[in-house]
C-alpha cells in the first residue's frame, strides 16, 4: 500500500518539535507523534487523521 498524506497541521515555528506521521499496518492506520504521542490503531482513516488533527491543534493551543 502506498503511503497516507499527513493531516494538514498548524504553521510551525522554530520551538516546535512536534511532527506527526500515519502509518499503515495491514488494514489499520497509526498516528505518532515525535513528542512520544500515539493513537490506537485505527482501521478508519479519517478517524485516525481526526485525531493526529487534535492533537496538533492542542499542541499549538498550549
Keep these: 500500500m502506498g503511503s497516507v498524506p499527513e493531516p494538514?497541521?498548524?504553521p510551525t515555528d522554530a520551538t516546535s518539535d512536534h511532527r506527526v506521521e500515519?502509518?499503515?499496518r495491514g488494514p489499520f492506520l497509526i498516528a505518532r507523534c515525535s513528542c512520544g504521542w500515539a493513537a490506537p490503531a485505527r482501521r478508519s482513516r479519517p478517524l485516525a487523521r481526526n485525531e493526529a488533527r487534535t492533537h496538533m491543534a492542542a499542541d499549538a493551543g498550549g
Design 8 to 10: 494538514p497541521t498548524a
Design 22 to 24: 500515519l502509518l499503515e
